[in-house]
T-cell receptor, first 112, second 114 residues
């Protein structure tokens, strides 16, 4: 059973618009969440994180929102750029003290 | 150069053969990880290590063996490769805590088992 779900395998967005990537989790003990970005033929790279004491964390064009009651988080990219085209993985941990559990990823394509 | 390296980058082997994938990091990170990435499954943890001589199973450990005699190296061995182990393998490292520190990933090893 999947504990971290990214139900949209792919997403296409026009350059300059907002990209919203969604992630749901089933384990209510998860309280630390990270997003990673992956380009083809490269390893994933860390993008942004959030702990459950917050409901929002922002870093430049990237904002992560956490809705604990819905067990849902989302990554917003504004404005989207062609260089943002990549696979985005959501990951979660319990207390930051357990290994990360990753979702299956969402492939974002930003069209110029 | 500082970083995390994996070798080989590509490997083709046959069913039943032993294969070892190498991982080396220069940051002296305490934690190291092995993941596999497959279509439809995302990244799945195979094994991880909290320090030299301390290893633990992840989600999909069957068919794999790891060791960590030195902090900087974390080899992954497939003792008798099977076709289902055809995948892209990523090594990563991080400081503590294990689930809250940024993990730094290597470039991956694409393994094909014929």
């Amino acid at each position: 059973d999947q504990q971290v779900k990214q139900n949209s395998p792919s997403l296409s967005v026009q350059e300059g618009r907002i990209s919203i990537l969604n992630c749901d989790y089933t384990n209510s003990m998860f309280d630390y969440f990270l997003w990673y970005k992956k380009y083809p033929a490269e390893g994933p790279t860390f993008l942004i994180s959030i702990s459950s004491i917050k409901d929002k964390n922002e870093d430049g064009r990237f904002t992560v929102f956490l809705n604990k009651s819905a067990k849902h988080l989302s990554l917003h990219i504004v404005p989207s750029q062609p260089g943002d085209s990549a696979v985005y993985f959501c990951a979660a941990s319990v207390g930051g003290n357990t290994p990360l559990v990753f979702g299956k990823g969402t492939r974002l394509s930003v069209i110029a | 150069d500082a970083g995390i390296t994996q070798s080989p980058r590509y490997k083709i082997t046959e069913t039943g053969r032993q294969v070892t994938l190498m991982c080396h990091q220069t940051w002296s990170h305490s934690y190291m990880f092995w993941y596999r990435q497959d279509l439809g499954h995302g990244l799945r943890l195979i094994y991880y290590s909290a320090a030299a001589d301390i290893t633990d199973k992840g989600e999909v450990p069957d068919g794999y063996v790891v060791s960590r005699s030195k902090t900087e190296n974390f080899p992954l061995t497939l003792e008798s490769a099977t076709r289902s182990q055809t995948s892209v393998y990523f090594c990563a490292s991080s400081g503590p805590p294990v689930g809250a520190s940024e993990q730094f990933f290597g470039p991956g090893t694409r393994l094909t088992v014929l």
